[in-house]
């Protein structure tokens, strides 16, 4: 089965964390067109129900499960639940996550929990269960072929200033993903992993909150770093020019072509390179700003005298 075509993604299963919003959903709509099942997992409610329907409308079998990625059962009962309708899948995406920004000190303990708990303990989770699964229909079906991709960012190579919690999460995850895609290798020549690193991209990441459940919210209210963070990141992700569905284009073009990196922004990948020859050279970590001078100097003023 290679090199993979859209005739190879006909009648087979995604299952997509993440899937009421944003890349998840546009992920959801461009499986349904090449004719996938599509399993759509969401912690809420009321939106994961309207992509469902919105998807099934398309002329697509589809599987709706409330999951919170956070907990470990519930991405279990999600991977038992796929099994048992559509069979092994051979496409997962471990897309949800959610944002948080402001100085790394100033995260209470359970913003970083949920931070943590979302973007890399649901990508855990998701690789912990169904990449068994894959191999072991590796082994039965001698043309099966799987993928997982996990969603980290451009935060996952870089670190820029005031985006504490995330960038951690972020970096967490290309390890992962990294790891995975070694360890693959070891044991498997069809089971494949890929990392998405997206820019900034017009979605509902900025809203995050709207997907907090009561359990991750500290009682302190927001600080003037997490409202900054809040603030620039909502400005720079509502001026991102690359739609979400260019996004879900570029993965399963990189499905096809098995690349492991997925970019959506392949010309911004500058910042990636100013950090690996700083670590080679030993020199304390450069200005991420450099190229912006006025956005830095504006953030240093703004937390400096607020
Ligand atoms: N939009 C960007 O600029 C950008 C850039 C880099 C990385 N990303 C990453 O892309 C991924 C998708 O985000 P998006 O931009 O489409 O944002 P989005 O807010 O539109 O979609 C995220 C989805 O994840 C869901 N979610 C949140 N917590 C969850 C949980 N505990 N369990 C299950 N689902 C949960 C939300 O309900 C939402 O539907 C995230 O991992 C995000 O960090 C986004």
Not at 8 to 25: C, E, I, K, M, Y
Not at 85 to 111: D, Q, T
Not at 131 to 156: C, Q, R, W, Y
Request: glycine share 8%; proline share 6%.
């Amino acid at each position: 089965m290679n090199p993979m075509s859209t005739s190879n993604f006909q009648g087979r299963t995604a299952v997509v964390t993440g899937a009421a919003s944003g890349f998840g959903l546009e992920t959801c709509r461009l499986a349904a067109r090449l004719g996938m099942n599509v399993v759509l997992a969401d912690v809420m409610a009321e939106p994961l129900a309207a992509a469902a329907a919105e998807i099934e409308a398309l002329g697509v079998a589809v599987l709706p499960m409330r999951v919170d990625v956070r907990h470990a059962a519930e991405v279990e009962a999600l991977a038992q639940a796929v099994r048992a309708r559509f069979g092994v899948p051979h496409f997962v995406f471990n897309n949800a996550g959610v944002s948080a920004g402001g100085l790394i000190w100033e995260h209470g303990p359970k913003e970083w929990d949920w931070v943590l708990g979302v973007n890399l303990m649901g990508v855990v989770h998701g690789v912990r269960v169904f990449t068994p699964m894959m191999l072991e229909a590796e082994k039965a079906d001698p043309d099966f072929e799987g993928h997982i991709v996990n969603t980290a960012s451009m935060a996952g190579l870089v670190n820029m200033p005031n985006m504490g919690a995330y960038n951690v999460s972020k970096h967490a995850v290309v390890a992962l993903s990294e790891t995975l895609y070694q360890d693959l290798r070891l044991v498997s020549d069809r089971v494949h992993a890929h990392v998405l690193c997206p820019y900034f991209v017009p979605t509902g990441i900025c809203h995050s909150e709207r997907a907090r459940p009561e359990d991750a919210r500290d009682a302190a209210p927001p600080t003037h770093s997490q409202l900054v963070a809040h603030a620039v990141g909502a400005k720079a992700v509502a001026s991102g020019k690359v739609s979400a569905a260019d996004v879900a284009q570029f993965v399963f073009d990189a499905l096809c072509d098995k690349r492991f990196y997925v970019f959506s922004h392949p010309k911004a990948l500058g910042p990636v390179m100013t950090r690996a020859q700083d670590i080679l050279r030993g020199e304390r970590p450069s200005d991420p700003y450099a190229a912006r001078p006025e956005l830095g100097a504006h953030l240093k003023a703004t937390l400096r005298h607020p």
